[in-house]
């Protein structure tokens, strides 16, 4: 019942700014266990709406996920990014890695130690460097969220996971001090992730994982277990 009134909330939250991130795969740690982590994450391609073109972004992190209850985790993560936005019509801009950080939840919706299906929610902010271009200044923030649900199946060194998600990423650009938000291509809101979490010893993992349809993305992290 606490289960399905949280995600109940967190959908009522969250529909206006349903975008996309890394879903992290279906091990969440156990009550107040912590996950200690280091990712890349690289979206090869986003189409923007309109004549905006498409945005990519390459980004690093490190990540800590907490076990909050068995069943529901807290992911924080921190780092840098990148941003090249590339319109329809003009030349493309590039801002240098500077901040970058995101956070999320997972919930646990079942699991009988070889079958498992959770819920997640994930946001990334990216905030470059600005850059100066004929003497224009351009600043640049990329906000990217989703709602996942995925489900895994374990095996003895593997665990292949599959799933979908609802995602949007903003590029919000400032031409010296005039904002425009530039929002993803709204009818590739859906989307497919694929991954698989591959394990080395008992508390080391990596993690890889692809995302497509709605846009091109890949992820692939090395954790530990605390």
Request: charged share 20%; with cysteine; proline share 3%.
């Amino acid at each position: 019942m606490k289960r399905s009134v949280f995600i109940i909330l967190l959908c009522l939250l969250s529909t206006s700014f349903c975008e996309a991130a890394p879903a992290y795969g279906t091990k969440q740690p156990e009550k107040k266990q912590f996950f200690i982590g280091a990712q890349t994450y690289s979206i090869l391609e986003r189409k923007l709406e309109q004549e905006h073109g498409e945005v990519n972004s390459l980004q690093h992190f490190v990540n800590i996920s907490y076990g909050i209850f068995d069943w529901l985790s807290l992911d924080l993560k921190g780092g840098a990014g990148n941003i090249k936005q590339k319109p329809d019509i003009g030349n493309e801009i590039v801002y240098p890695s500077f901040m970058s950080g995101g956070y999320g939840f997972r919930m646990n919706l079942y699991d009988n130690n070889k079958i498992k299906y959770v819920f997640g929610f994930q946001h990334i902010s990216v905030h470059p460097y600005s850059q100066k271009i004929n003497e224009t200044k351009h600043k640049s923030v990329l906000d990217d969220w989703q709602l996942s649900f995925l489900g895994s199946i374990k095996f003895s060194k593997i665990t292949p996971y599959l799933g979908f998600r609802w995602s949007r990423a903003d590029y919000i650009h400032w031409v010296n001090d005039e904002r425009n938000r530039k929002k993803s291509d709204l009818t590739r809101s859906m989307g497919i992730i694929a991954g698989s979490d591959i394990k080395i010893n008992e508390r080391t993992w990596i993690n890889i994982e692809g995302q497509f349809v709605d846009s091109k993305a890949f992820s692939i992290g090395m954790n530990f277990s605390f």
